[in-house]
C-alpha cells in the first residue's frame, strides 16, 4: 500500500503541498481569509457578477418558485423553463444556433471530447491548455498530441501526419494560467485547410473580451464556420456557476445524445440558471464593466513598468508573475498574505516544473488605489525572498 504519510511530507518538502484557507465574505476585492481583512487579488469574478444584488436575487426569487434542487437529469425532468431560457439566450449571446448546459466547465470540455472522438481519432492539444481538456483527451481514448505552447508549425506537422479518423483540435482561448491568447485566426485557417474539428475553451474571455462580451472570438471577429466548437463557463466573469457548449444545432443535438458527462448528472438548479441569466442581460448592458476592467488591466501594467516588475506577455485582466522555484511563489505568496493581499502561488502540476509563478486578476471593482497598494507589496515581498 502506498505510504500516504510519507508521500505527503515529502510534498510539503517540495513547496507542492496544497492547502485551502477559509473565506467568510462573498466574491468581492475585500475579504476576510482565514480571519485576516485581504483585499483579493485571484478571484475569477472579473466582471463583480458574482454577489450583484439582481443576480442574488434572481436566484432568491427562483429558489421561491423552483425549490432548490433540480431533482433529475436534463434527459430525465431537471430541464426547467429557466435552464432552456438560458440556453437559447446564450447561443444568441455567442452568435450561434444552439448551446447546451453543462453542471461546470470541466464536465463540458469531458463530455464534449468524449462524445466527437474516440480510439483512431486524434486530439491535438496545447501543452498549456486547461487540464481538463487533457483530460477529456485521454478520456477518450483518441491519440492525444500535445504541442509546445502556440506551436503553429509543429501543429502542421502533426495534422500532416495524422492518420485516417477525425481530428479535433482543443486549445484555451486565453490561457487560464499566463492570460495570453491562443492565435486563433492561425488554429481556425489549419482547422479548415486539414478538415479538423476546432474547439475554443473561452472560460476566460467571455464576458470580458469582445465589444458585447461575446469573448475571444468577437475580439477576432471569428464565426461558427472557422471555429465550430465554442465552450464558456458561467463560473467566472458570469459570476454564478456551470458552464455551456456552443455550436451548430447538428453539433448540440449530437451532445444531447451522446455527451455521458451531460446524460449522466444532476441539471444545475434552475435558480442557478436564472441568475445566469441576469448576468448574462448584465454583461451585454453594462459594457462600462468591461472597460473599467481593462483600464485597470492596463494600470497594473504601467505600474508595474514604471517599478520594474516583470509581468508574463498578456493583455487580459490574468497578469502573471514568473518565480520559477516553488518553494519562492509560496513564500512570496505568503508575505503577500500577511501584508494583507491574497495573491495565489501557481506551482507544477497546474503548471510546468520549474515555471511556479504568482497569478494576478484583476476585477472590474478593484480601485486604482488598490492596485497601487498590491504593487508596494509585491516589490516588498519578492526583494526580501
Ligand atoms: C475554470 C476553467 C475550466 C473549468 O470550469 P469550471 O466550471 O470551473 O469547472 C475549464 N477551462 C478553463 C480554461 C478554465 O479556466
Known amino acids: 500500500m502506498r505510504k500516504l504519510k510519507e508521500e505527503l511530507r515529502q510534498r510539503q518538502a517540495k513547496g507542492l503541498y496544497r492547502r485551502r484557507r477559509i473565506t467568510e465574505t462573498p466574491q468581492q476585492p475585500q475579504m476576510i481569509i482565514d480571519g485576516r481583512e485581504v483585499i483579493s487579488f485571484c478571484s475569477n469574478d472579473y466582471l463583480g457578477l458574482a454577489n450583484h444584488p439582481s443576480v442574488v436575487k434572481a436566484f432568491q426569487d427562483t429558489a421561491n418558485i423552483f425549490g432548490v434542487g433540480s431533482g433529475a437529469a436534463h434527459l430525465i425532468n431537471g430541464h426547467t423553463r429557466n435552464h432552456h431560457e438560458l440556453e437559447e439566450a446564450l447561443a444568441e449571446f455567442t452568435g450561434r444556433e444552439r448551446s447546451l448546459l453543462f453542471s461546470t466547465g470541466y464536465m463540458a470540455n469531458l463530455g464534449l471530447i468524449q462524445a466527437l472522438v474516440g480510439p483512431g481519432d486524434t486530439v491535438l492539444a496545447d501543452k498549456l491548455n486547461h487540464a481538463s481538456l487533457t483530460d477529456g483527451a485521454l478520456l477518450s481514448r483518441a491519440r492525444l498530441h500535445r504541442y509546445p505552447h502556440g506551436d503553429m508549425n509543429l501543429l502542421l506537422k502533426r495534422l500532416k501526419e495524422a492518420e485516417a479518423g477525425e481530428k479535433l483540435i482543443v486549445t484555451d482561448a486565453v490561457f487560464s494560467m499566463d492570460g495570453d491568447f491562443a492565435p486563433l485566426p492561425e488554429l481556425a485557417k489549419l482547422a479548415q485547410e486539414y478538415d479538423a474539428w476546432l474547439m475554443a475553451d473561452d472560460a476566460h474571455g467571455l464576458g470580458v473580451l469582445g465589444k458585447t462580451g461575446a469573448g475571444s472570438l468577437e475580439h477576432y471577429g471569428l464565426n461558427t464556420a472557422e471555429v465550430p466548437i465554442l465552450m464558456g463557463t458561467l463560473g467566472k466573469a458570469f459570476g454564478t456557476a456551470g458552464a455551456f457548449i456552443a455550436g451548430s444545432e447538428e453539433l448540440i443535438e449530437h451532445l444531447i445524445q451522446s455527451a455521458r458527462t451531460y446524460i449522466y448528472t444532476t441539471a444545475m438548479p434552475a435558480a442557478l440558471a436564472a441568475a445566469t441569466l441576469v448576468s448574462l442581460k448584465i454583461i451585454v448592458t453594462e459594457p462600462e ?77 478593484h480601485s486604482e488605489a488598490q492596485i497601487d497598494a498590491l504593487i508596494r507589496s509585491l516589490l516588498a515581498s519578492i526583494a526580501i525572498s
Not at 299 to 313: M, N, T, W
Not at 338 to 364: H, K, W, Y
Request: hydrophobic share 40%; aromatic share 6%; with cysteine.
Open 289 to 365: 464593466r468591461r472597460n473599467c476592467l481593462h483600464e485597470l488591466v492596463g494600470y497594473f501594467q504601467q505600474k508595474a513598468r514604471q517599478f520594474d516588475l516583470k509581468l508574463l506577455p498578456s493583455n487580459t485582466p490574468i497578469q502573471g508573475i514568473m518565480l520559477g522555484d516553488n518553494l519562492k511563489a509560496l513564500t512570496v505568496s505568503e508575505r503577500l498574505f500577511e501584508q494583507g493581499f491574497m495573491v495565489t502561488a501557481i506551482r507544477p502540476p497546474t503548471v510546468p516544473a520549474g515555471t511556479a509563478r504568482l497569478r494576478i486578476t484583476l476585477s472590474a471593482s
